[in-house]
Nanobody, 131 residues
Framework: QVQLVESGGGLVQPGGSLRLSCAIS????????IGWFRQAPGKEREGISC????????YYEDSVKGRFIISVDNAKNTVYLQMNNLKPEDTAVYSC????????????????????????WGQGTQVTVSS
């Protein structure tokens, strides 16, 4: 059974940091691309980062580039999103998702942050940035 479970969300002050985890089970991780998405109240879901596990290649949306870091611990089947210098506009529900990438061209591009490409989703974790 495919399962993605996010954790690590919470309330943090502006400028603070959080590390989100996406624990994955039920499929062979190296065949997939894992993406992180977020949805703020009243806004559409947006892709913010992804990692192609087989290459350890990453991609970031401009608003998080230089502040967020995506990584994978293959031994733990877990993908992380380290979020630094958080801003109030980062407040959202954050979700991880998996896309089968074994038959896709190498690398990542902006189009790999399109949510419709992803087949499996976690339930999400709330991140609130406020003083």
């Amino acid at each position: 059974q495919v399962q993605l479970v996010e954790s690590g969300g919470g309330l943090v002050q502006p400028g603070g940091s959080l590390r989100l985890s996406c624990a994955i089970s039920g499929f062979t991780l190296r065949y997939y691309r894992i993406g992180w998405f977020r949805q703020a109240p009243g806004k559409e879901r947006e892709g913010i980062s992804c990692i192609r596990i087989s290459e350890d290649s990453t991609y970031y949306e401009d608003s998080v580039k230089g502040r967020f870091i995506i990584s994978v611990d293959n031994a733990k089947n877990t993908v992380y999103l380290q979020m630094n210098n958080l801003k109030p506009e980062d407040t959202a529900v954050y979700s991880c998702a998996a896309e089968l990438s074994v038959d896709k061209p190498p690398g990542n591009t902006y189009s790999d942050l399109y949510d419709w490409k992803y087949d499996h989703w976690g339930q999400g974790t709330q991140v609130t940035v406020s003083s």
